[in-house]
Antibody, heavy 124, light 108 residues
Framework: QVQLQESGPGPVKPSETLSLTCTVS????????WSWIRQMPGKGLEWIGY???????RYNPSLESRVTMSVDTSKKKFSLRLSAVTAADTAVYYC??????????????????WGPGTLVTVSS | SYELTQPPSVSVSPGQTARITCSGD??????AYWYQQKSGQAPVLVKY???ERPSGIPERFSASTSGTTATLTISGVQAEDEADYYC???????????FGGGTKLTVL
Protein backbone atom coordinates (compact mmCIF):
# COMPACT_ATOMS: atom_id res chain seq x y z
CA GLN A 1 0.00 0.00 0.00
CA VAL A 2 1.48 3.30 -1.12
CA GLN A 3 1.80 5.87 1.65
CA LEU A 4 2.81 9.52 1.46
CA GLN A 5 3.83 11.78 4.31
CA GLU A 6 4.36 15.53 4.18
CA SER A 7 6.90 17.22 6.42
CA GLY A 8 8.10 20.75 6.89
CA PRO A 9 9.64 23.21 9.34
CA GLY A 10 6.37 24.75 10.56
CA PRO A 11 5.09 28.35 10.45
CA VAL A 12 6.46 30.69 7.83
CA LYS A 13 6.79 34.47 7.97
CA PRO A 14 5.41 36.71 5.19
CA SER A 15 7.81 37.20 2.28
CA GLU A 16 9.78 34.08 3.22
CA THR A 17 9.88 30.73 1.38
CA LEU A 18 7.67 27.80 2.30
CA SER A 19 9.43 24.43 2.03
CA LEU A 20 7.79 21.02 2.23
CA THR A 21 8.95 17.48 1.55
CA CYS A 22 6.88 14.40 0.76
CA THR A 23 8.22 10.94 1.53
CA VAL A 24 6.92 8.00 -0.50
CA SER A 25 6.76 4.49 0.99
CA UNK A 26 5.17 1.18 0.05
CA UNK A 27 5.72 1.66 -3.67
CA UNK A 28 8.12 3.07 -6.25
CA UNK A 29 8.65 6.75 -6.92
CA UNK A 30 9.79 5.94 -10.43
CA UNK A 31 7.47 6.06 -13.44
CA UNK A 32 4.95 8.25 -11.63
CA UNK A 33 3.94 11.89 -11.55
CA TRP A 34 3.76 13.48 -8.10
CA SER A 35 1.69 16.55 -7.23
CA TRP A 36 1.23 19.14 -4.56
CA ILE A 37 -2.30 20.31 -3.80
CA ARG A 38 -3.43 22.81 -1.19
CA GLN A 39 -6.64 23.67 0.59
CA MET A 40 -7.16 27.05 2.22
CA PRO A 41 -9.08 26.91 5.51
CA GLY A 42 -12.71 26.11 4.80
CA LYS A 43 -12.15 26.29 1.05
CA GLY A 44 -11.74 24.00 -1.93
CA LEU A 45 -8.71 22.25 -3.44
CA GLU A 46 -6.08 23.92 -5.61
CA TRP A 47 -3.57 22.01 -7.72
CA ILE A 48 -0.11 23.59 -7.32
CA GLY A 49 1.89 21.50 -9.77
CA TYR A 50 3.53 18.18 -10.49
CA UNK A 51 6.98 16.70 -10.84
CA UNK A 52 7.77 13.54 -12.79
CA UNK A 53 10.31 11.12 -11.30
CA UNK A 54 12.71 12.21 -14.03
CA UNK A 55 12.52 15.80 -12.77
CA UNK A 56 10.27 17.39 -15.37
CA UNK A 57 7.71 19.76 -13.90
CA ARG A 58 4.50 21.58 -14.67
CA TYR A 59 3.01 24.26 -12.45
CA ASN A 60 -0.34 25.96 -12.03
CA PRO A 61 -0.09 29.18 -14.08
CA SER A 62 -1.45 31.19 -11.15
CA LEU A 63 1.50 30.13 -8.94
CA GLU A 64 4.19 29.40 -11.51
CA SER A 65 6.33 32.44 -10.77
CA ARG A 66 6.75 31.40 -7.11
CA VAL A 67 6.87 27.58 -7.28
CA THR A 68 9.82 25.22 -7.54
CA MET A 69 9.60 21.43 -7.22
CA SER A 70 12.40 18.89 -6.99
CA VAL A 71 12.75 15.14 -6.59
CA ASP A 72 15.30 12.82 -4.98
CA THR A 73 14.56 9.33 -6.27
CA SER A 74 17.28 7.70 -4.15
CA LYS A 75 15.50 8.88 -0.99
CA LYS A 76 12.00 8.52 -2.47
CA LYS A 77 11.24 12.13 -1.64
CA PHE A 78 9.96 15.12 -3.59
CA SER A 79 9.78 18.71 -2.47
CA LEU A 80 7.91 21.98 -2.86
CA ARG A 81 9.24 25.49 -2.46
CA LEU A 82 6.85 28.45 -2.59
CA SER A 83 8.53 31.84 -2.40
CA ALA A 84 7.33 35.25 -1.25
CA VAL A 85 4.46 33.84 0.78
CA THR A 86 1.62 35.91 2.18
CA ALA A 87 -1.24 35.14 4.55
CA ALA A 88 -3.20 33.98 1.50
CA ASP A 89 -0.84 31.00 1.25
CA THR A 90 -1.97 29.68 4.63
CA ALA A 91 -3.43 26.26 3.83
CA VAL A 92 -3.27 22.55 4.34
CA TYR A 93 -0.74 21.26 1.83
CA TYR A 94 -1.13 17.75 0.44
CA CYS A 95 1.21 15.65 -1.64
CA UNK A 96 -0.41 13.12 -3.94
CA UNK A 97 0.42 10.51 -6.56
CA UNK A 98 -1.02 10.97 -10.02
CA UNK A 99 -2.64 7.89 -11.54
CA UNK A 100 -2.39 7.64 -15.31
CA UNK A 101 -5.07 5.96 -17.42
CA UNK A 102 -5.17 5.59 -21.17
CA UNK A 103 -8.47 5.78 -23.00
CA UNK A 104 -8.44 6.75 -26.65
CA UNK A 105 -7.52 9.34 -27.73
CA UNK A 106 -5.27 10.14 -24.79
CA UNK A 107 -4.14 9.91 -21.19
CA UNK A 108 -6.14 11.01 -18.17
CA UNK A 109 -4.86 11.70 -14.67
CA UNK A 110 -6.36 11.47 -11.21
CA UNK A 111 -4.85 11.63 -7.71
CA UNK A 112 -5.08 8.18 -6.19
CA UNK A 113 -2.88 8.34 -3.10
CA TRP A 114 -2.67 11.35 -0.80
CA GLY A 115 -0.68 12.26 2.25
CA PRO A 116 -2.60 13.24 5.40
CA GLY A 117 -1.78 16.90 4.76
CA THR A 118 0.15 19.46 6.77
CA LEU A 119 -1.13 22.87 7.84
CA VAL A 120 1.23 25.68 6.96
CA THR A 121 0.48 29.01 8.60
CA VAL A 122 1.94 32.22 7.23
CA SER A 123 2.13 34.76 10.02
CA SER A 124 4.51 37.31 11.38
CA SER B 1 -8.41 30.27 -16.18
CA TYR B 2 -10.46 27.12 -16.46
CA GLU B 3 -13.14 26.47 -13.84
CA LEU B 4 -15.38 23.62 -12.77
CA THR B 5 -18.72 24.54 -11.17
CA GLN B 6 -20.48 22.46 -8.50
CA PRO B 7 -23.57 23.21 -6.37
CA PRO B 8 -22.55 24.19 -2.83
CA SER B 9 -24.83 21.67 -1.19
CA VAL B 10 -27.04 18.64 -1.78
CA SER B 11 -29.33 17.04 0.82
CA VAL B 12 -30.94 13.60 0.70
CA SER B 13 -32.58 11.17 3.10
CA PRO B 14 -30.99 7.80 3.83
CA GLY B 15 -31.71 5.24 1.11
CA GLN B 16 -32.38 7.88 -1.54
CA THR B 17 -30.20 8.69 -4.56
CA ALA B 18 -27.89 11.68 -4.47
CA ARG B 19 -26.71 13.34 -7.65
CA ILE B 20 -23.88 15.86 -7.59
CA THR B 21 -23.11 17.77 -10.77
CA CYS B 22 -19.95 19.38 -12.11
CA SER B 23 -19.95 21.70 -15.10
CA GLY B 24 -16.99 22.66 -17.26
CA ASP B 25 -16.43 23.62 -20.87
CA UNK B 26 -13.69 21.02 -21.40
CA UNK B 27 -15.60 18.05 -20.01
CA UNK B 28 -16.48 16.73 -23.48
CA UNK B 29 -12.73 16.17 -23.95
CA UNK B 30 -11.46 15.69 -20.40
CA UNK B 31 -12.73 13.17 -17.86
CA ALA B 32 -14.10 14.30 -14.50
CA TYR B 33 -12.86 12.40 -11.47
CA TRP B 34 -14.55 12.52 -8.08
CA TYR B 35 -13.23 12.72 -4.52
CA GLN B 36 -14.84 12.31 -1.13
CA GLN B 37 -13.45 14.37 1.74
CA LYS B 38 -14.61 13.85 5.29
CA SER B 39 -13.92 16.43 7.97
CA GLY B 40 -10.25 16.69 8.87
CA GLN B 41 -9.17 14.05 6.36
CA ALA B 42 -7.45 14.00 3.00
CA PRO B 43 -9.61 13.54 -0.10
CA VAL B 44 -10.25 10.01 -1.33
CA LEU B 45 -10.68 9.12 -5.02
CA VAL B 46 -14.03 7.40 -5.53
CA LYS B 47 -14.08 6.72 -9.28
CA TYR B 48 -11.46 5.94 -11.91
CA UNK B 49 -12.15 6.43 -15.60
CA UNK B 50 -11.20 3.09 -17.12
CA UNK B 51 -11.19 0.88 -14.06
CA GLU B 52 -14.43 1.03 -12.13
CA ARG B 53 -13.75 2.00 -8.53
CA PRO B 54 -10.70 2.15 -6.27
CA SER B 55 -10.43 -0.59 -3.70
CA GLY B 56 -12.83 -0.10 -0.83
CA ILE B 57 -15.25 2.19 -2.64
CA PRO B 58 -18.80 0.78 -2.57
CA GLU B 59 -20.68 -0.09 -5.75
CA ARG B 60 -23.28 2.56 -4.96
CA PHE B 61 -20.87 5.21 -6.30
CA SER B 62 -21.05 5.75 -10.07
CA ALA B 63 -20.23 8.55 -12.47
CA SER B 64 -21.29 9.75 -15.90
CA THR B 65 -20.79 12.68 -18.26
CA SER B 66 -23.12 14.28 -20.74
CA GLY B 67 -21.75 17.19 -22.73
CA THR B 68 -20.29 19.76 -20.38
CA THR B 69 -21.79 18.26 -17.21
CA ALA B 70 -20.43 15.37 -15.16
CA THR B 71 -22.51 13.69 -12.47
CA LEU B 72 -21.59 11.64 -9.44
CA THR B 73 -24.47 9.39 -8.42
CA ILE B 74 -24.67 7.78 -5.00
CA SER B 75 -27.43 5.19 -4.89
CA GLY B 76 -28.95 4.17 -1.56
CA VAL B 77 -27.18 6.92 0.37
CA GLN B 78 -25.98 5.98 3.83
CA ALA B 79 -25.13 8.20 6.78
CA GLU B 80 -21.43 7.45 6.25
CA ASP B 81 -21.59 9.12 2.83
CA GLU B 82 -22.01 12.55 4.41
CA ALA B 83 -18.95 14.48 3.25
CA ASP B 84 -17.66 17.09 0.84
CA TYR B 85 -17.36 15.91 -2.76
CA TYR B 86 -15.02 17.45 -5.33
CA CYS B 87 -14.80 16.93 -9.06
CA UNK B 88 -11.41 17.21 -10.78
CA UNK B 89 -10.46 17.46 -14.40
CA UNK B 90 -7.99 19.08 -16.77
CA UNK B 91 -8.20 22.01 -19.16
CA UNK B 92 -8.97 21.18 -22.79
CA UNK B 93 -5.31 20.66 -23.69
CA UNK B 94 -4.58 18.54 -20.61
CA UNK B 95 -2.01 21.08 -19.49
CA UNK B 96 -3.09 21.70 -15.93
CA UNK B 97 -5.55 20.29 -13.44
CA UNK B 98 -8.42 21.94 -11.61
CA PHE B 99 -10.93 21.06 -8.91
CA GLY B 100 -14.50 22.12 -8.57
CA GLY B 101 -15.49 24.21 -5.57
CA GLY B 102 -16.91 21.22 -3.74
CA THR B 103 -20.41 20.07 -2.76
CA LYS B 104 -21.41 19.34 0.81
CA LEU B 105 -23.62 16.24 0.90
CA THR B 106 -25.93 16.20 3.91
CA VAL B 107 -27.74 13.00 4.84
CA LEU B 108 -30.94 14.08 6.57
Amino acid sequence: QVQLQESGPGPVKPSETLSLTCTVSGGPISRHYWSWIRQMPGKGLEWIGYIYYSGSTRYNPSLESRVTMSVDTSKKKFSLRLSAVTAADTAVYYCARMFEEYDSPGYFYSFDYWGPGTLVTVSS
Amino acid sequence: SYELTQPPSVSVSPGQTARITCSGDALPEQYAYWYQQKSGQAPVLVKYKVTERPSGIPERFSASTSGTTATLTISGVQAEDEADYYCQSADSSGTYWVFGGGTKLTVL
